[in-house]
């Protein structure tokens, strides 16, 4: 294995900004085969120079989402109430790509082909593969050229149905077509026709293409095939105007559902819903731009005997999650208004990630953290000092809370904090918070800046807190994402490295369209250079960001990856 240190473009040497990075590189003459369907084309590649991203697209923003024109009477509607569509119509289609960031990938590659060159002799040999094989095979293409198969052969005709089916509509239409209605039309009768002639078993449906307004009573249909023909994997996403489309209450019978995915509806009422409902296979739940009540929610939950993973994304109405559950290992909110989150029993929880809040106005609300029984609860963040208030076995915390074994929960090793460190009552309840939590090993820190800085907080303060334990001896790793070099966030930095035994690494994250250049940042930092370490191991790293929207989470993938040790990590 090879390594190089990176250094940013047009600088001669990085060193004074800390120890060098080193990145490892791939062995030379090695060969990795691209599978058909892969991730790479979301990874970032880590930034070498300092820039502005303010006309960068949001990391969250799926560019694969074709633009969603208005219909003209939807446009007159707004004009008439003095507001203008072509504004609406960016704001919509910012909200349907962060929904869409959300979903997972189709198994069928959208730029998969099938062929295959004739050997020299003419021999046919792709043919002779085993039929389990060529249904692998077909599944991995989009539907359109998994049905031309037919045609290659007799061999080829029954392949197609005889694979579990794969239907992704939005690779009906070329790839970054504008879906207008006529094409949305287009796409449910291809729709239609795939349901009825595939016998199924159908393994995996995205429906995001169609005007569910103008196909409601078809929709209930469809989902009527797709439980009697055995769907495990459902994404369904209206496309909006109107954004209230009440979804048929006919997907309450897919019990052989594995992995379900709703966005931009409204949930159907579940009070009068039968007691044997249920989903008894459902594993992955992921809840985008809904309007549902906090009821529904409990009955999906309560429903779904074996479900590992919940993800809930721009939901509408503000909700309140009480889990329970035996089987959910990790509970994701994204940019989601929520009053309150209370674990009261999730013995196999291990990840409960909130990142962004928002309302209907804009405004972020007060969010209550109720932590109870949850033994393994290993990754939590971000605690947004402000919004939100942590409740800890039933004890309010405090900036006055004294630790004790019943405010504490020591299971928690990967810690994530979103305050500001010049704003007063912010950095008061930051000890009593880590108090809390005794064994962190690794602690994110989201600065908000000094933009909202209302007061002065330096070194004072910090070493009149008292000792803080998971300082002095657990934190092996501190990251401070956002950094601006104001004087508050020199002081809580100066407090952590004279205080931390066991601190093997620090990185600094510098902010977007902060620093100018390398000289500026350099000053920054300078104060840090010179102080004495509690750990004479520690090591700093400064750098910019991975993804320029900033360090929240946004893509439920990296979430609920259990591979990534640390999915906080943004740089």
Known sequence: MEYFVEKPAGQECCEHLGPPR????????????????????????????????????????????PPVPMDPATAAKFRRRRQDPQDLEGLVARVLSRAHYVLPDPPAAVDARLSALLPHDGVDRLSRLPDVLLANIVSRIPIKEAARTAALSRHWRGVWRSAPLVLVDSQILPQGTEVTRADARRITSAVSGVFAAHPGPFRCVHLTSSCMEEFHGLLTRWLQILAVKGIQELVLVNRPWPLDIVLPATFLG?????????????????????????????????????????KDLDFMLDRSPVLETLCIQGNLSNLRLRLVSQ??????????????????????????????????????TKTKVKIG?????????????????LEVDNAVIKAETKASPSTMVPSVRILALEFGCGVPNDVKMIPAILRCFPNVETLHIMS?????????????????????????????????????????????????????????????????NVFSSMEELN??????????????????????????????????????????GDPFSNF
């Open 22 to 65: 080193l990145i490892p590189t791939a062995p030379k003459h090695s060969a990795v085969a691209a599978p058909l369907h892969s991730h790479s084309h979301r990874q970032h590649a880590p930034p070498k120079t300092l820039v502005h991203t303010a006309a960068l697209p949001a990391a969250a923003m799926d560019t694969r989402v």
């Open 254 to 294: 897919m019990t052989t559902l594995t992995r379900l995915y709703l966005g931009l509806l409204k949930f159907p009422d579940t009070a009068g819903v039968p007691r044997t409902t249920c989903f008894p296979n459902l594993r992955e739940l992921g809840l985008c731009t809904l309007l549902m009540e906090s």
């Open 327 to 364: 089987s959910i290992r990790c509970v994701q909110f994204i940019n989601s208004s929520c009053q309150e989150i209370a674990v009261v029993h999730a013995p196999c929880l291990e990840r409960l990630i909130h990142s962004g809040g928002w309302t209907r106005d804009g405004v972020c």
């Open 373 to 389: 029984h949850a033994p393994k609860l290993h990754l939590f963040g971000y605690l947004v000092a402000g919004n939100h208030v």
């Open 448 to 512: 908000r800046g000094k933009d909202q800085s209302s007061g002065k907080l330096n070194l004072k303060f910090w070493n009149e807190c008292g000792t803080i334990e998971c300082i002095r001896s657990r934190i092996k790793m501190l990251v401070l994402d956002g950094y601006r070099g104001d004087r508050s966030e020199l002081a809580f930095l100066k407090f952590f490295l004279g205080s931390a035994l066991v601190l093997k690494k620090v990185a600094i994250v510098w902010a977007n």
């Open 523 to 564: 000053s920054k930092i300078e104060p840090l250079r010179s102080m004495k370490k509690a750990s004479a191991d520690c090591k700093t790293l400064v750098t910019g960001r991975k993804n320029p929207d900033g360090g929240n989470i946004s893509s439920f993938r990296r979430a609920s990856d259990f591979s990534l």
